[in-house]
């Protein structure tokens, strides 16, 4: 059984498209994030969800609009791709009210942009 | 300064060698620590929590110098398998929860 769920895998399209990615969790956490890895394989935080509640909002372009329909699910969806967006985009989730909860991730949605 | 830095590597060793990351972090006022571990074109997986005391999982030892800021990873009798990249990993904000990677340290473990 999957713990932290994404679709797709991989995403290939062009410049100037809109793309959802999904993400899905049956570990019961209640909080969700989504991390962007670049080429250089920098992993950080672009957003987190709490009980379906928007806690954290990177920098980043408000064409990248995450959407959580329940504490198990947080989607990202992406308005006018460009050619920076190509990235391995990772969704992760935790549980529990302190900084040292450990999170437990998916294996990443490769988005490449033609 | 980035907030976690660590050396990039590759650390290419012999199998059954020791071999010991260190990562700095710059807030003082970071919460938790973490090590994971990440193959290539796989997601990141926790290794293990740090602690102040310092602590042990097998071939694994990690600690922490909060006064210094730096965190290490000790490795001992390596295995071809142990061949990755070691993320260090700290949270910044006790409400946020969000983990700040470091870039990464490559570790190349050879026959």
């Known amino acids: 059984d999957t713990a932290v769920s994404q679709t797709p895998k991989y995403l290939v399209t062009q410049m100037g498209n809109d793309k959802s990615i999904k993400c899905e969790q049956n570990l019961g956490h209640d909080t969700m994030y989504w991390y962007k890895q670049d080429s250089k394989k920098f992993l950080k935080i672009m957003f987190s969800y709490n009980n379906k509640e928007l806690i954290i909002n990177e920098t980043v372009p408000n064409r990248f609009s995450p959407k959580s329909p329940d504490k198990a699910h947080l989607n990202l969806h992406i308005n006018s791709l460009e050619l920076g967006d190509s990235a391995v985009y990772f969704c992760?989730?935790?549980?529990?009210?302190?900084?040292?909860?450990?999170?437990?991730f998916g294996d990443g949605t490769r988005l490449s942009i033609l | 300064r980035k907030e976690v830095e660590q050396d990039p590597g590759p650390f290419n060793v012999p199998e059954g060698a020791t071999v010991a990351f260190n990562c700095t972090y710059s807030n003082s006022a970071s919460q938790s620590f973490f090590w994971y571990r990440q193959d290539c074109r796989k997601e990141p997986k926790l290794l293990m929590s740090?602690?102040?005391s310092g602590n042990e999982d097998g071939r694994f030892t990690a600690q922490l110098n909060r006064a210094s800021q730096y965190i290490s990873l000790l490795i001992r009798d390596s295995k071809l398998s142990d061949s990755a990249t070691y993320l260090c990993?700290?949270?910044?904000?006790?409400?946020?929860?969000?983990?700040?990677f470091g870039s990464g340290t490559r570790l190349q473990v050879q026959p």
């Open positions: 992760a989730s935790s549980q529990g009210a302190g900084a040292n909860q450990p999170q437990h």
């Open positions: 740090v602690y102040s």
């Open positions: 990993v700290v949270t910044l904000d006790t409400g946020r929860r969000a983990l700040t």
